[in-house]
């Protein structure tokens, strides 16, 4: 049995804690036999357990605790607290195993709810589970979600070579904001859904960039950002934003413009990958 699960980017700008895409990167696991201990054989780096300690084995417990050990194969393209949803990945993977494992015909609704309850916000674990753009809110303990087709586009991600923990690009956040500004601040992220939703992608860019939830904030944690907004303003790219928490940047570039934007990314003196990726439409 395998399962694969997508990369993610949440927020998309001020879609913060709520919107999120699926994209052509991903975690697979393989279950290859029966053992008297859970073990998961990878590659990932010594830091990442291979025994029941892994976060994968963990969340596949807490869903159905009385599934009986296995060996696994982890694979993973998607790289570890660089905002592109890596932990969100193996919780959703763990929930899959636990449902394919235990026969507990889980529905999507179910896991986006499990996924939800154990991430803290949607705007990850659900595009994971379906694929696409989605858009969910979680409030009084409850997601609703709704996915939609995201416009054709080329998704840049432009990955510096350094970690950045979700939790500490949280603690830079502030615990309020003013009444004025939230308003403003919502009508923004409404007008960018509204205009993914037209496949309007010039008008969905220039919304992404003006996101007043988060960016402000975490700029000292990525200073790249506004550097490579200039290039994409320069080269009349659709918009560029820090993926979910950071340090990844994701450019949205009209395809015949994509290569000589990745050349000019190439140049800047900034120790990245630089990666081509598509939206994933199917999510696990
Ligand atoms: N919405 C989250 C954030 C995504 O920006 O902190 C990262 O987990």
Redesign the pocket.
Known sequence: MKIRIPATS??LGPG???C?IALSQYLSIEVLENAAEWKIIHSLGSDIPSDATNLLIQTALKVAPDLSPKVLKMTSDIPLAR?L?S??SVIVGGIELANRLGNLNLSQKDKVQIATEM???P??VAPAICGDFVVASYVDGEVHSVKHHFPMCDVIAFIPDMQLL?SE??SV?PTSIPYKEAVQASSIANVMIAAILNGNLPLAGRMMEKDRW?EAYRKNLVPHLEQIRLLSHEMGLYGAF?S???PTVLILSPEEKTDEMVRKLGKLSISATIHVLSIDQEGI
């Open positions: 949440a927020n913060f804690d709520s999120g905002g949803g932990s969100s991430e803290g916000h705007d990850n979700t690009s949280r956040l988060h820090l979910g928490a950071g």
